[in-house]
Every structure is written in C-alpha cells, then in structure tokens.
C-alpha cells in the first residue's frame, strides 16, 4: 500500500490540518482530511503519517510506501537526522508502535507529486 501524506498549518504555530492518500493496486482507496488542533507544521506532518499508519493497518496492510514532500520528515523516519524535539520524538515513537509488524519505507517526493494530500490537510486545517 502506498500513502501519500502532507500536514499543513495555517500560522506556524497555528491550526493545523493532516492530509493522507491511501492508494492500493494503483486506487484510491482512502483520502483523510483532519483538523489536528493547534500546533507546528512539523506536528502535523508526523500526525499525518500516524494517521497513515493507523489506517493502513486497519484496512489489512503488511506493508506501507509513505511518500511526502517534507525532507525533513522523510529523513528523520529514516533515521538520516535525528529528531530533537521532544513532542516529535513521541509522535515518531507513535508511528512506530502503529506500524508494529509491517514493514515502514519513507521515501521523499517532489511537491507536485503530492497535490492531493496537500489539498486534504489544507481542508483539514479549515475545518478547525
């Protein structure tokens, strides 16, 4: 399963909105939009994979692609940065413990590859 995800926050701080893709054998299987509350544009982009992770574990998942268009994000769950912040490193921890027995790849995408994901959490952050 692959999952395109992107977390948006209007203000940094300020509402953030977490968008995810779900695709599987090439469809659309599930698209999220979730008001997230108050926070950075990091925190939603971490929630936004946690969100991925859980669904696709719901939905049966052995495996998971997630793309994002943060490199940042992508680098630290691959373990290339270390992650500082304390509220990240929970919500990582969150990602990981969600994704106990599947098997995790990160991989960065360009923006422009990313268009509904972003639209999504953007829509979520409205919400709020």
């Known amino acids: ?16 909105g977490a968008g ?3 695709i599987h054998e090439g469809k ?10 108050m926070g950075t544009n990091n925190m939603a982009e ?7 992770v859980e669904e696709a574990k719901r939905m ?14 992508v680098n630290q769950l691959c373990g290339e940065y270390r992650v500082k912040a304390p509220h990240l490193r929970e919500i990582m921890g969150k990602i990981w413990k969600a994704g106990e027995g599947m098997t ?8 422009e590859e990313n268009e509904e994901a972003d639209r999504l959490s953007k829509e979520g952050a409205e919400k709020g």
């Open 1 to 16: 399963m692959i999952a395109y995800t992107d977390g948006c926050c209007l203000g940094n701080p300020g509402r953030m």
């Open 20 to 22: 995810v893709v779900l």
């Open 28 to 37: 659309a299987v599930k698209e999220i939009a979730k008001y997230l509350g």
């Open 46 to 52: 971490y929630t936004a994979v946690l969100l991925a």
């Open 60 to 73: 049966g998942a052995k495996g998971l692609s997630v793309r994002s268009d943060s490199k940042l994000l």
């Open 104 to 111: 995790l790849h990160f991989e960065w995408i360009p923006r």
